[in-house]
């Protein structure tokens, strides 16, 4: 029996069922997946000529959304964060696994979550090959597989002095949907909101930077702090211009009300990528993208503003920091 609430009576759904409802059923499309939910492991084999990249994020509540959260939009998002890190290395998906850990066995909950989760799975054939769930606070975890030709992944260290700086997409919607659902009485918020609560992967345009680019990151923690793993790994450093910057009508306006121009640059979730392209091989990029910098020797990372430049810090958000 199911309550007024939607949650399941106790003795009603355990976690076998659980996982037989609502995430057994997805149909696999992968030829490299021999197994999938149901066994004590999944069974994949990796084509010849690829590598396999994996990838592993969390989210909980009170730390990366907030109680009461759109299980829907949660599903959907615990999914992107993942396919975003496969596609800043230019790998395409393959298979993923769950972990989920519920303080209940919520049935309208677990409809709405999987069916996020499930419905970006499918557009981009992402196999559901298995995972765990438990009993406790509300934590969300996906691991996820992508396969890129054997050498070609792109990756941190790779940019080179000169290298022009680009991104997809644009820059600072998400950290304002943040700023929305904080209280900014935005006239315009839907954008912002989308952005915030169901980011948009760029797995085909990291698939289509695979032999254009050198350097590649996704922007999950901030423009500046992401840019700054490249440059701390590639042992170089950059420079920015504010004023080629993507920024949306929305985020334009709230730079005019607030002052608070650093927001973009700083604010996460925007899950685009950032990366460097050599000058000889910038005519050949063949996605949408915007160029706001250049890789350069002096270590550190500078912004040029209204004709004045000034360092920008690099660190990113970190855990237990």
Same mark, same amino acid.
């Given at each position: 029996?199911v309550?007024?609430?939607?949650?399941?009576?106790?003795?009603?759904?355990?976690?076998? #069922?659980?996982?037989?409802?609502f995430?057994?059923?997805?149909?696999?499309?992968?030829?490299?997946?021999?197994?999938?939910?149901?066994?004590?492991?999944?069974?994949?084999?990796?084509?010849?000529g690829?590598?396999?990249?994996?990838?592993?994020?969390?989210?909980?509540?009170?730390?990366?959304?907030?109680?009461?959260?759109?299980?829907?939009?949660?599903?959907?998002?615990?999914?992107?964060v993942?396919? #975003?890190?496969?596609?800043?290395?230019?790998?395409?998906?393959?298979?993923?696994?769950?972990?989920?850990?519920?303080?209940?066995?919520?049935?309208?909950?677990?409809a709405?979550?999987?069916?996020?989760l499930?419905?970006?799975?499918?557009?981009?054939?992402v196999?559901?090959?298995?995972?765990?769930?438990?009993?406790?606070?509300?934590?969300?975890?996906?691991?996820?597989?992508?396969?890129?030709?054997h050498g070609?992944?792109?990756?941190?260290?790779?940019?080179?002095?000169?290298?022009?700086?680009?991104?997809?997409g644009?820059?600072?919607?998400?950290?304002?949907?943040?700023?929305?659902?904080?209280?900014?009485?935005?006239?315009?918020?839907?954008?912002?909101?989308?952005?915030?609560?169901?980011?948009?992967?760029?797995?085909d345009a990291?698939?289509?930077?695979?032999?254009?680019?050198?350097a590649?990151?996704?922007?999950?923690?901030g423009?500046?702090?992401d840019?700054?793993?490249?440059?701390?790994?590639?042992?170089?450093?950059?420079?920015?211009?504010?004023?080629?910057?993507p920024?949306?009508?929305?985020v334009r306006?709230?730079?005019?009300?607030?002052?608070?121009w650093?927001?973009?640059?700083?604010?996460?979730d925007?899950?685009?990528?950032?990366?460097?392209?050599?000058?000889?091989?910038a005519?050949?990029?063949?996605?949408?993208?915007?160029?706001?910098?250049?890789?350069?020797?002096a270590?550190?990372?500078?912004?040029?503003?209204s004709?004045i430049?000034?360092?920008?810090?690099?660190?990113?958000?970190?855990?237990? #920091?």
């Open positions: 029996m309550d007024e609430d939607g949650v399941l009576s106790p003795g009603q759904m355990g976690e076998f #069922s659980l996982i037989s409802r995430f057994k059923n997805q149909a696999l499309t992968k030829p490299s997946t021999h197994l999938g939910i149901g066994d004590d492991c999944a069974l994949l084999s990796v084509p010849e690829f590598d396999l990249a994996v990838t592993t994020d969390t989210m909980v509540e009170n730390v990366h959304f907030f109680a009461g959260a759109d299980a829907k939009q949660l599903g959907h998002k615990l999914l992107a993942n396919l #975003s890190d496969l596609a800043s290395m230019g790998a395409r998906p393959l298979s993923v696994t769950l972990a989920l850990t519920l303080p209940k066995a919520d049935e309208n909950w677990l709405a979550f999987s069916q996020g499930l419905g970006l799975a499918g557009r981009h054939s196999d559901l090959v298995g995972g765990d769930t438990t009993c406790g606070p509300l934590t969300l975890t996906v691991q996820a597989l992508g396969l890129v030709p070609k992944a792109l990756k941190r260290s790779a940019a080179k002095v000169g290298d022009f700086i680009y991104m997809t644009v820059l600072g919607d998400a950290g304002l949907g943040l700023k929305i659902k904080q209280g900014y009485p935005c006239a315009s918020p839907d954008q912002a909101l989308q952005r915030f609560n169901q980011p948009d992967p760029q797995v990291g698939v289509a930077l695979l032999d254009v680019a050198n590649c990151i996704d922007l999950s923690d423009l500046a702090g840019l700054g793993h490249i440059l701390e790994q590639s042992q170089v450093g950059a420079s920015l211009v504010y004023e080629s910057l920024l949306s009508n929305a306006t709230y730079i005019n009300d607030t002052g608070d650093a927001m973009p640059l700083t604010a996460g925007d899950y685009e990528l950032c990366f460097t392209v050599s000058p000889e091989k005519d050949q990029l063949s996605i949408n993208c915007t160029k706001i910098g250049v890789i350069e020797a270590p550190g990372l500078r912004l040029y503003k004709g430049i000034q360092p920008l810090i690099t660190k990113s958000y970190e855990h237990f #920091s």
